[in-house]
């Protein structure tokens, strides 16, 4: 059997992985379009209704929130925004003076609904004002496209990882791509609300094996001390694709043409079938033995090295593994339930991906109703990753896996709760620690892939990536709905539930094994060696 990390050693990290990271990367800044496209497909707006005794007969010139607007319609204690769909009672008699528009003129003791007319602060064409989705009784019909959304990738995930590991990193990363590309442009043609959800489901569901196997791909290439240093290169890329989602849509404000205008050029990416190589790990672990000798000479190749001596016999050691490793996820299951020490690391490493994706995806869609601009609010929220992975890989070097992770969900934990001690005046202040809590909560995403990556052996490691993320997809499922917590118990509840969850996860990271610098186990053997005393092998830059 080829020993893949000895022989990388010696062809290097140059040209090849270069190239590969810049492609890896176009691929996982795509991966984050589906995931926050329907925070503006299905955003909601801020409106009123529209009162003809006093607002102007021409639309261009009303206004969201005049001077007479609390003496026509009730306001909410909660937010001091007025009702979306209510408004009081006009009373009839004679005019006093030929006003119409006065304090007199309106029943404060009564209200009634809106006649179906409506003055928007901001509009633009959402599923929302489309398919008469509109007042706070229809809310949780838009909250529920994130958690369709979230639900199609808790059912894509496992699936994409079972894929990857009987087909193919490359063949799952590339058919989820250009699938749920096209699936996205069939869904911006959508007549009714049922066909947009049922679309969003299946375009979740394929677009969710994307970025696990991308990273996979990605990881399987590099070694030990180079992993974090790549990797945080490679999560540069993410939040650009979201940030390109949110710049997008608030240029044509029109959720038919964002859907088209972001998912045309994903139908590109089947072009990388020829232009990125499979794994060759997971070559290796089929007994494709000169399949991973002709990408170990194509490195060798592209970065200007010679190509090392191989022992002769390891063709047949291969193929020899090949017949007691095949990934079959019958077997793997199997295999999880037979070793306590992976079964119950698969559940506590699950638990923190529940508890990383609640608070990241839920600081994400709640900053659109952070005071001030929502498309500068969620760009700004998306921006801060960028930095995150620059310092994800200094913590990451810096301190041990567990406990960096571990640090950074105590971090993010705190933020929270001191946003919701600070009072609404000091906006730049909230809005600050708002900005930081995502900034921790997202090392912390970067960091549990990393140690996830790595506490699993090759023969499951996308099909266990894949189970704890997809229970991972428990807490993202319920970040949209967590945004209804500010309707029924007030505007504190939505970020003390983040800190609190923060803080559960923070203590059991500190139950997972420690893995920073060992060698990508092999076997599961190996894998139930991590953080006891028989460890890993070690594969730095001096290694032979």
Same mark, same amino acid.
């Given at each position: 059997?080829?020993?893949?990390?000895?022989?990388?050693?010696?062809?290097?990290?140059?040209?090849?992985?270069?190239?590969?990271?810049?492609?890896?990367?176009?691929?996982?800044?795509?991966?984050?379009?589906?995931?926050?496209?329907?925070?503006?497909?299905?955003?909601?707006?801020?409106?009123?209704?529209? /009162?003809?005794?006093?607002?102007?007969?021409?639309?261009?010139?009303?206004?969201?929130?005049?001077?007479?607007?609390?003496?026509?319609?009730?306001?909410?204690?909660?937010?001091?925004?007025?009702?979306?769909?209510?408004?009081?009672?006009?009373?009839?008699?004679?005019?006093?003076?030929?006003?119409?528009?006065?304090?007199?003129?309106?029943? %404060?003791?009564?209200?009634?609904?809106?006649?179906?007319?409506?003055?928007?602060?901001?509009?633009?064409?959402?599923?929302?004002?489309?398919?008469?989705?509109?007042?706070?009784?229809?809310?949780?019909?838009?909250?529920?496209?994130?958690?369709?959304?979230?639900?199609?990738?808790? +059912?894509? +995930?496992?699936?994409?990882?079972?894929?990857?590991?009987?087909?193919?990193?490359?063949?799952?990363?590339?058919?989820? #791509?250009?699938?749920?590309?096209?699936?996205?442009?069939?869904? *911006?043609?959508?007549?009714?609300?049922?066909?947009?959800?049922?679309?969003?489901?299946?375009?979740?569901?394929?677009?969710?094996? /994307?970025?696990?196997?991308?990273? +996979?791909? #990605? =990881?399987?290439?590099?070694?030990?001390?180079?992993?974090?240093?790549?990797?945080?290169?490679?999560?540069?890329?993410?939040?650009?694709?979201?940030?390109?989602?949110?710049?997008?849509?608030?240029?044509?404000?029109?959720?038919?043409?964002?859907?088209?205008?972001?998912?045309?050029?994903?139908?590109?990416?089947? @072009?990388?079938?020829?232009?990125?190589?499979?794994? =060759?790990?997971?070559?290796?672990?089929?007994?494709?033995?000169?399949?991973?000798?002709?990408?170990?000479?194509?490195?060798?190749?592209?970065?200007?090295?010679?190509?090392?001596?191989?022992?002769?016999?390891?063709?047949?050691?291969?193929?020899?593994?090949?017949?007691?490793?095949?990934?079959?996820?019958? *077997?793997?299951? %199997?295999? &999880?339930?037979?070793?306590?020490?992976?079964?119950?690391?698969?559940?506590?490493?699950?638990?923190?991906?529940?508890?990383?994706?609640?608070?990241?995806?839920?600081?994400?869609?709640?900053?659109?109703?952070?005071?001030?601009?929502?498309?500068?609010?969620?760009?700004?929220?998306?921006?801060?990753?960028?930095?995150?992975?620059?310092?994800?890989?200094?913590?990451?070097?810096?301190?041990?896996?567990?406990?960096?992770?571990?640090?950074?969900?105590?971090?993010?934990? /705190?933020?929270?709760?001191?946003?919701?001690?600070?009072?609404?005046?000091?906006?730049?202040?909230?809005?600050?620690?708002?900005?930081?809590?995502?900034?921790?909560? @997202? &090392?912390?995403?970067?960091?549990?892939?990393?140690?996830?990556?790595?506490?699993?052996?090759?023969? =499951?490691?996308?099909? =266990?990536?894949?189970?704890?993320?997809?229970?991972?997809?428990?807490?993202?499922?319920?970040?949209?709905? #967590?945004?209804?917590?500010?309707?029924?118990?007030?505007?504190?509840?939505?970020?003390?539930?983040?800190?609190?969850?923060?803080?559960?996860?923070?203590?059991?990271?500190?139950?997972?094994?420690?893995?920073?610098?060992?060698?990508?186990?092999?076997?599961?053997?190996?894998?139930?060696?991590?953080?006891?005393?028989?460890?890993? %092998?070690?594969?730095?830059?001096?290694?032979?």
């Amino acid at each position: 059997m080829v020993d893949i990390d000895n022989v990388l050693v010696s062809l290097g990290m140059g040209r090849y992985q270069f190239m590969g990271c810049m492609l890896f990367g176009l691929m996982i800044m795509y991966s984050n379009v589906s995931p926050t496209t329907y925070v503006f497909t299905a955003s909601d707006l801020k409106y009123r209704c529209e /009162i003809p005794e006093c607002d102007s007969l021409k639309p261009k010139e009303r206004t969201f929130e005049p001077e007479w607007l609390r003496f026509t319609m009730p306001y909410r204690n909660e937010t001091n925004q007025p009702r979306k769909c209510l408004r009081y009672a006009a009373l009839s008699g004679p005019l006093i003076n030929g006003a119409r528009c006065s304090s007199d003129r309106f029943n %404060k003791s009564e209200t009634e609904w809106c006649q179906g007319s409506w003055v928007f602060e901001d509009f633009e064409n959402t599923i929302g004002t489309e398919f008469g989705l509109m007042c706070e009784d229809n809310k949780w019909k838009l909250s529920m496209v994130g958690t369709i959304n979230n639900f199609g990738q808790f +059912i894509g +995930i496992p699936l994409s990882g079972i894929i990857a590991d009987r087909y193919g990193r490359k063949f799952t990363m590339v058919f989820c #791509a250009a699938t749920s590309a096209a699936i996205c442009i069939i869904q *911006s043609f959508s007549n009714s609300y049922l066909m947009f959800m049922v679309l969003e489901f299946v375009s979740s569901t394929v677009s969710s094996g /994307i970025y696990t196997a991308t990273f +996979i791909l #990605a =990881m399987e290439l590099f070694l030990p001390h180079q992993r974090v240093l790549y990797y945080s290169i490679l999560e540069c890329f993410l939040p650009v694709g979201s940030i390109l989602v949110a710049l997008i849509a608030s240029l044509v404000k029109d959720w038919r043409i964002l859907l088209r205008l972001i998912n045309i050029p994903g139908l590109l990416f089947f @072009s990388y079938f020829w232009l990125t190589e499979e794994s =060759m790990r997971w070559l290796e672990s089929q007994g494709k033995h000169d399949k991973v000798i002709n990408a170990l000479k194509k490195i060798a190749t592209v970065n200007k090295k010679p190509f090392p001596d191989l022992p002769t016999n390891a063709q047949g050691q291969s193929l020899e593994s090949s017949e007691d490793n095949d990934a079959n996820f019958s *077997s793997i299951i %199997k295999d &999880i339930i037979r070793s306590s020490t992976i079964f119950w690391r698969m559940i506590r490493c699950s638990y923190v991906w529940i508890a990383v994706t609640l608070v990241y995806y839920g600081l994400t869609i709640s900053s659109t109703d952070i005071a001030g601009d929502k498309y500068l609010n969620f760009s700004l929220v998306l921006l801060v990753e960028i930095p995150a992975c620059l310092l994800n890989w200094l913590i990451m070097e810096g301190m041990s896996r567990k406990m960096s992770l571990s640090c950074m969900f105590v971090f993010s934990g /705190i933020t929270c709760v001191m946003y919701n001690l600070m009072p609404s005046e000091l906006y730049l202040i909230k809005l600050s620690l708002y900005l930081v809590s995502k900034l921790a909560i @997202s &090392i912390a995403f970067c960091i549990i892939y990393m140690l996830t990556a790595e506490i699993f052996p090759t023969r =499951m490691r996308a099909t =266990m990536m894949s189970l704890c993320s997809m229970l991972g997809r428990i807490g993202s499922m319920l970040a949209p709905q #967590a945004t209804l917590l500010t309707e029924y118990f007030g505007v504190y509840a939505t970020m003390f539930v983040f800190g609190m969850t923060a803080f559960a996860a923070a203590a059991i990271t500190m139950t997972l094994p420690e893995s920073k610098n060992i060698k990508l186990p092999d076997t599961i053997d190996e894998a139930k060696g991590i953080g006891s005393d028989v460890k890993p %092998k070690n594969i730095g830059k001096n290694s032979p």
